[in-house]
């Protein structure tokens, strides 16, 4: 059985100022390098086989701060990347809503489908689980490959913290 640490990355600014990240490559702030320590702090009694993460910079921050303590390799997954929101990055709910009038919830314009999303992240995490059967492997991702994994392993959350960990086992 494979026990896999979902988490996602960090604070960024564009967190703070509650602006659609996507696939924009945003860095850590402050505080999501803090989270990031923190969160190692967190694992330091894990023993934790693989550290697996998104390509975006981010999310590769907030795993290289775990791996770092646990003096193991991270392994990129770009499977486990953000949704791809198209012309709504790097806007907020308000801009969007001037900008994008015909927008309507769910609808993410000319982004990615959640959908893809879902297919994309539950791969990635099927890849991550035949190449470390043993587990537990942290994997660190984003907001929205993020919900359709745990609803896939029907794991009750409510809104994805930076740096919160939910658990998943198969």
Known sequence: MTEILLVRHGETDW????????????????????????????????????????????????????????????????????????????????????????????????????EAVATRAIAAVERIRTLHPTGPVLVVSHGGPLRAVLAHFEIRHGAIRNCVVFRASY
Do not use: C, M, Y
């Not at 550290?51 to 999310?59: E, G, H, K, P």
């Not at 646990?70 to 499977?79: C, E, M, N, P, S």
């Open 15 to 114: 967190n703070l100022e509650r602006r659609v990240q996507g696939q924009t490559d945003i860095p850590l702030n402050a505080t999501g390098i803090a989270q990031a320590h923190a969160l190692a702090d967190a694992l330091a009694g894990e023993d934790l086989v693989a550290v697996v993460t998104s390509d975006l910079t981010r999310a590769r921050d907030t795993a290289a701060i775990v791996a770092a303590q646990q003096r193991l390799t991270v392994f990129i997954d770009a499977g486990l990347r953000e949704k791809d929101f198209g012309s709504w990055e790097g806007l907020t709910d308000t801009e969007i809503s001037s900008r994008f009038p015909e927008a309507i919830e769910g609808n993410w314009g000319d982004g990615e489908t959640s």
